[in-house]
């Protein structure tokens, strides 16, 4: 059974870093990719960032480019979201999923979820 498990949510000021983590277990995870995943009250769930273990390939939603970074311990079978400059627009429950094979950006393509952690940037 798969078992996809978040940390790290805090509240923090804008400006600083969180990192968060994603403990995957349950299967090998070596042909899957990872999302990361934020829901804001009243949004809908939104693409935030994606890696496929098997090449290292990422990507990223326009809004987190160049502040949010996503990787992969395959060690560990967890994958990390880093986010730094955060701003309150960030502010949202950040989901961890998997689905094989390529990355995609749509929620209702993803087969796992985790149960989410809550991140949120005060101004």
């Known amino acids: 059974q798969v078992q996809l498990v978040e940390s790290g949510g805090a509240l923090v000021q804008a400006g600083e870093s969180l990192r968060l983590s994603c403990a995957a277990s349950?299967?090998?995870?070596?042909?899957?990719?990872m999302g990361w995943f934020r829901q804001a009250p009243g949004k809908e769930r939104e693409f935030v960032a994606a890696?496929?273990?098997?090449?290292?390939?990422?990507y990223y939603a326009e809004s987190v480019k160049g502040r949010f970074t996503i990787s992969g311990d395959n060690a560990k079978n967890t994958v990390y979201l880093q986010m730094n400059n955060l701003k309150p627009e960030d502010t949202a429950v950040y989901y961890c999923?998997?689905?094989?094979?390529?990355?995609?950006?749509?929620?209702?393509?993803?087969?796992?979820w985790g149960q989410g952690t809550q991140v949120t940037v005060s101004s």
């Open positions: 349950g299967r090998t995870f070596s042909s899957y990719t």
């Open positions: 890696f496929t273990w098997s090449t290292g390939s990422t």
């Open positions: 999923a998997a689905k094989r094979s390529l990355i995609v950006t749509r929620p209702l393509d993803y087969n796992y």
